[in-house]
Each structure stands twice: as structure tokens, then as C-alpha cells.
């Protein structure tokens, strides 16, 4: 390679990482920031003085006594009791996802496995049913709810997010299933297995990193869910990211910012370590979806 070949690239080399760490900086900054923040005063971290109070701590360190603070903590989920939330976050998001794979992959691999047109069809109108704004479909069902005095409960909540990511995971592992050949299929039904067992001990473990990764995508969308859950939930039985939303306050009742700045980071770390758990099987199944094999 010649001297100016290799000065071109290590031009293009150092602009690449330049990007990526300016892209690192926009991504992680905030975060860092927020974390940072929370243990401070609502004085510090939205100081209109010098924004340099929320490093140093000048009015955290004048009220608490210290640079740093958990009120904020204490006060979210002590106080506030924002471990409710938690706990309904974790029910709705668990069934969501389990009844959500457990329809997706029967129905994907009957689409998949299926010779007939309708399938076709059938997935043309679950990606125009998941085209269509969450709130239009969740109107539809507020009616049903008043009217048989199922509003406010977390098993309602569960139902509609099911049947909003349903044809979500429906596409995704369709997919999926079409990238394993139909001789794994055939093989297991010549050694005796049924359909239902060949598609259960030959055909799952084969696709488990499309599981995973359509389970993560369906986790996040009931986790980071906000117009159904504050729609069809009672204050009672609120999730996270609504209670969140309520620390703010409204225009009749003063909320606190800290409580919802703290809230924010017990919601998005959990987020950062399943991502950083499941990091291998998501890429491989990205990739396993992503090209033909």
C-alpha cells in the first residue's frame, strides 16, 4: 500500500472515530447527565445561574448539608411509593411479552410453513393494523371497558398491548422462520415427531435468538408504553412511565421535578443491563433475520 493510500486512510480513520465519538457524546451525555443530576437539588440541576451548580453541588451542598442527595430517590419511591409502578410494570410487561411470543410464534410459523395465498394477506393486514396510531385503536376499546366496568385494570392494559404489538411480533418472527430451511421440518416428522413437536424441540432452539430479539422489541414497547397505559389505567394501577409523567405536576397541582428526574433513571438502568445481558443473541438475531440462509 502506498504512503498516500495509507494517509487517505488513516484520514478516513480518525474522521470515522471522531463521528463515533461525537454520536457516543450526543447518545450517553444526557444520560450521564441525569444520573448525575438526581443526585442533586431541583436548585442545582435546573439552575438558571450557572449551570455549573449541577456539578458542584453549591445549593445541594446548602440545603442537605453534602454535594450529593438521594432525597430525590427516597422521596419517588418511599414517599411516592413509585415501587407500585414498578411492580405493575413488571406484571404488564411479563404477560405481555409471553402471551405476545407464545401467539407469535405459532401464528409465524404457521405463516411461514403455509403454501396457501391468505397468509400473504393475513400479513398485509397486520402491518396496516400496526401502522395505525396507538391512540386511534385504544379509543375503540374504551367503550367495551366503561360499559363492563373493566377500566383501570391491568389485565384490560395487557389484552390491548397484545393485540397492538401482536402483528409486530407476528412479521418479525414470520421472518424468522422462513430463513430455516423446510428439511429440519421434514426430517423431525421421518423420525416420528408430530408437527407440534417438531416445531417445539427442532425448530424453536434453532430460531431462540429471533425470540429473543422480538421479545426484547415487544418488552420495550409495554415498558416504554405511555398513551395506553395512562388511557385505560386508574391511578391505582398506574405503570412507570405515567407516574413519571404525574411527578411534573399539572396546572392545578405542583409536582416534583426531582421525584420524576430520579424515577427516569430507576427506569432507563434496568433497560441498559438487559440490553447489555442479551447484547449476543440480539445481534444474532438481527442478523439471522436479516439475511436469507
Not at 465519538?21 to 440541576?45: C, E, M, R
Not at 432525597?71 to 405493575?88: K, S
Not at 410487561?93 to 407464545?102: G, M, N
Not at 394501577?237 to 411527578?247: G, H, K, L, W
Request: net charge positive.
Amino acid at each position: 500500500m502506498s504512503t498516500a493510500s495509507k494517509g487517505k486512510f488513516g484520514l478516513f480513520g480518525w474522521f470515522a472515530a471522531s463521528m463515533v465519538v461525537f454520536w457516543l457524546l450526543l447518545a450517553i451525555g444526557p444520560f450521564v447527565w441525569t444520573v448525575w443530576g438526581s443526585f442533586k437539588v431541583q436548585g442545582d440541576f435546573f439552575s438558571k445561574a450557572d449551570w455549573r451548580n449541577a456539578i458542584y453541588g453549591v445549593m445541594t451542598t446548602v440545603e442537605t448539608g453534602e454535594a450529593f442527595t438521594g432525597n430525590g430517590y427516597r422521596g419517588a419511591w418511599i414517599q411516592e411509593e413509585f415501587w407500585r409502578n414498578v411492580l405493575n410494570t413488571s406484571i404488564v410487561v411479563f404477560f405481555t411479552v409471553i402471551i405476545s411470543l407464545t401467539l407469535g410464534t405459532l401464528g409465524g410459523y404457521a405463516l411461514a410453513r403455509s403454501g396457501f395465498r391468505y397468509a400473504f394477506f393475513i400479513l398485509i393486514a397486520a402491518l396496516v393494523f400496526r401502522a395505525m396510531p396507538h391512540i386511534t385503536l385504544v379509543s375503540g376499546y374504551l367503550l367495551p371497558f366503561f360499559e363492563w366496568n373493566l377500566w383501570g385494570r391491568l389485565s384490560t392494559t395487557i389484552v390491548v398491548l397484545v393485540a397492538i404489538n401482536q402483528p409486530f411480533t407476528l412479521w418479525m418472527l414470520h421472518s424468522f422462520f422462513l430463513n430455516i430451511p423446510k428439511d429440519l421440518d421434514e426430517s423431525a416428522l421421518i423420525d416420528g415427531c408430530t408437527r407440534f413437536e417438531a416445531f417445539r424441540f427442532v425448530i424453536v432452539p434453532v430460531m431462540w435468538p429471533g425470540v429473543i430479539t422480538t421479545g426484547l422489541f415487544s418488552f420495550l414497547l409495554a415498558y416504554n408504553d405511555f398513551v395506553v397505559t395512562s388511557m385505560l389505567l386508574s391511578s391505582e394501577n398506574q405503570t412507570m412511565v405515567p407516574r413519571i409523567a404525574s411527578f411534573l405536576g399539572t396546572v392545578r397541582e405542583q409536582g416534583n421535578v426531582m421525584f420524576a428526574v430520579s424515577a427516569v433513571v430507576s427506569a432507563i438502568v434496568p433497560l441498559f443491563f438487559l440490553v447489555l445481558f442479551f447484547q449476543r443473541q440480539i445481534v444474532s438475531g438481527l442478523t439471522a433475520g436479516a439475511v436469507k440462509g
